[in-house]
Every structure is written in C-alpha cells, then in structure tokens.
C-alpha cells in the first residue's frame, strides 16, 4: 500500500465524488501521457479538487480496470504506487530515477529534521505572537495523564486564559483520521483546546477540530531545513511537490490564528 493508509478510512457507501475523480484523472493522465508519476504527487497536485483518498481509489480502480498503468515498488520499506497512461512503456528508468529522489526524502533522519524543523519554526512564530509554550511532547497535563494510547500532543501553549494542545504535522499526506480523532480526545481529556498546524487537510477534518472548539492553520507548502536547496529544488522540478524552505513562518498564517483566537473568548 501508499503512505496513505486507504484501509483506514471508514465504512461507507461508494462516494460519488469518486466517479468525478476518475474523469478528473483521464484528463491529468492525457495531458502527460509520456509521465510516470507515484501517487502523492497526483493526490497533491489534484488536491484542491479532490481529497486525497477519493483521487487515491479513483487511481486504484482505473488500474485494477486496465484503463492506466500501476507499478508498485518498495522505497524505504514502502509500497509505493506508480501511475502511468498505457501507452508509456519505457517508464522503469523513469520510476528508478524517482525512486531514487524518494530514497532521500522517505529517509528517517530527513523525515525526522523535516518534523522538528517546523517544530522549530512555529515555536518561534507562536511565540512573537504572545503564545507561551508551557510543555514540548506530554500526555499530562494539570494532574490529568492520558493513558488510553502511546499518544502524545507535541506542544501545549496558552494566551490569554486559554490553553491549546498542539499538533505539529509538516508531511505531505495528511494526519490519519484514527490519529486525529485520538489527539482530539487527548485534548478534550486534558481540557486544552485543539490546535492542529498542518501542511493540508480536507474539510471534514477541519470540521471535526472546529466542532471541538480547536483551530486548524494550514501551510499548504511542506517546509524544508535549511541547507537542502538542491534536494528542494530537484524534488520541485522532478516530482512537482509543494516544499519550500522559508526563513519564517509568515505573519499571514499565524494571523489567522491570533484572529480567531481573539474572538474565541467571545464564543
């Protein structure tokens, strides 16, 4: 399977959307029918019209229909999907040379400075905005501990009287759904209110966190570390990924919040 487990999704009846997806991708598919490409990059590019798992099963089901090309391969102990028109038959140097960038993005310890880079980074920005990190990496909180899973919020902060758990996500795909519902609850038990920053997310997800009295302050641009502008660069040109590496978190973002978090008092 893709770093996007499908399987987790819930239940439910054939979702229409999915039909429109699939006329979607033969259009995509048809303006580069010479191109290779793994499935993040479809999901990502497709994004603002389609969520990533419905474009994802829109995939699976014109290849399991004959009507693209699918070549799995193992990239750092994941499967990862490849898609092609089928006409394109001289695509395995074309798939050898992704796999190679994906090698070094997929890699542990870049996905790991990737996660504390924009840990870092929102840290500072959270701070010049009046947020004062009161705990890093904890499941308790004033007496209260959280025990039913492993889980762990990544920051609590507070302004004004209020108090936020925070869950820093700077990945590509999006947070599971099972994980999500787990850090709200982890919230709720801890009574802080939830503060998702993520690079994307689909609506129903950001429903979910406003339903439980939290923010959701998208980026849309997965952020880099500073000192890998050729690989940025490459997985730009090559793969058409969203990644840049900024100085700072711009002011526009974290404006967003402080908005919202200003008015929230008043709720």
Not at 3 to 26: G, M, N, Q, S, W
Not at 75 to 81: D, H, L, P, R
Not at 151 to 158: Q, T, V
Request: proline fraction near 4%; hydrophobic fraction near 40%; charge should be neutral.
């Amino acid at each position: 399977m893709d770093d996007f487990e499908y399987e987790e999704l819930e239940p439910r009846l054939r979702d229409a959307a999915v039909d429109t997806a699939i006329a979607r991708l033969r259009e995509f598919f048809d303006q580069s029918p010479k191109r290779l490409y793994y499935s993040t990059q479809i999901e990502t590019a497709l994004e603002r019209e389609f969520f990533h798992w419905i474009v994802g099963k829109g995939l699976l089901e014109l290849a399991e229909a004959g009507q693209i090309q699918r070549a799995p391969l193992v990239v750092q102990q994941k499967e990862i999907n490849f898609y092609a028109q089928l006409q394109h038959r001289y695509w395995r140097r074309e798939q050898r040379e992704i796999a190679r960038l994906l090698e070094k993005i997929f890699d542990p310890e870049f996905s790991h400075a990737i996660g504390r880079h924009a840990e870092l980074m929102f840290d500072a920005a959270l701070g010049r905005h009046g947020f004062r990190i009161e705990a890093r990496n904890t499941r308790t909180w004033r007496g209260n501990a959280w025990m039913e899973t492993n889980h762990n919020l990544d920051r609590i902060i507070a302004r004004d009287g209020i108090e936020y758990g925070v869950e820093i996500k700077n990945t590509q795909n999006y947070i599971s759904r099972e994980e999500l519902r787990i850090k709200l609850r982890l919230c709720e038990h801890l009574n802080v209110a939830p503060l998702f920053i993520m690079r994307f997310a689909p609506k129903s997800y950001i429903h979910e966190v406003n339903q439980s009295g939290g923010f959701v302050l998208l980026f849309e641009e997965q952020i880099y570390p500073f000192g890998h502008n050729a690989l940025l660069a490459e997985v730009r040109a090559k793969l058409g990924l969203k990644v840049h590496s900024p100085n700072d978190v711009p002011d526009g973002h974290m404006q967003r919040f402080e908005n919202w978090h200003i008015r929230r008092p008043k709720r």
